[in-house]
């Protein structure tokens, strides 16, 4: 399947105010505000497409002039990573760095587009927008090595639910603990003194 636009990031001024503003003008849902390493960020959605208001802290990490305010980057969504990098790479785009590690969720491998317009490549999809993943099997490892891995994940689940339920013989003994609580309660109360004596 081909890559979607699935993200566009805006430089802010205010995130506060531009996250009110884009709520109210478009009601589009919105996370909390954040605090990340290099800036503020706010993600909004209309359901199809992830808009991320980002107030950078400084001009470390956005690669633009303190100040900028304007589109930062935009974001494409794809199902197997290293072979639409491939793509990239061979259309003229450079390798920029990767925003997290690539097993997060919010994994992002940035490139510069021949004119140094930067964008993503992102195989989980972002906040807001996960529920527009079509195939995410694959991703930055081959299918077969993704496949083996999502079975092991649903073996160890099916592990994990077995040992919270109790073991047959757990539940006889549990059993047979209440049928000794309700006997010893039984001979309490025919024998109300004996407790207090013993």
């Not at 690669?63 to 980057?73: A, E």
């Not at 940035?110 to 099997?137: E, H």
């Not at 090595?145 to 006889?172: E, I, L, M, Q, S």
Request: proline fraction near 5%.
């Amino acid at each position: 399947m081909a890559a979607r636009i699935r993200h566009i990031a805006l430089c802010v001024n205010d995130i506060e105010a531009s996250a009110d503003f884009y709520e109210k003008a478009f009601g589009l849902k919105r996370t909390p505000i954040r605090e990340g390493k290099t800036a503020w960020n706010c993600y909004m959605s209309d359901g199809e497409v992830n808009l991320a208001l980002l107030q950078y802290k400084s001009d470390v990490g956005s690669g633009v002039p303190k100040g900028f305010v304007g589109i930062h980057h935009f974001g494409f969504q794809c199902d197997d990573l290293p072979a639409q990098q491939q793509k990239v790479e061979a259309a003229g785009a450079e390798f920029f760095y990767d925003l997290g590690e690539p097993e997060d969720d919010g994994f992002e491998r940035k490139f510069k587009d021949p004119n140094g317009i930067v964008f993503d490549l992102n195989w989980k999809g972002w906040q807001l927008t996960r529920g527009k993943i079509k195939n995410a099997v694959g991703g930055l490892r081959p299918a077969k090595v993704a496949a083996a891995r999502k079975k092991g994940a649903a073996v160890r689940k099916k592990r994990a639910a077995a040992r919270k339920k109790p073991a047959p013989a757990r539940k006889k003994i549990a059993a047979a603990r209440k049928k000794v609580s309700k006997r010893s309660a039984v001979r309490a109360q025919r024998n109300p003194g004996s407790r207090a004596r013993g």
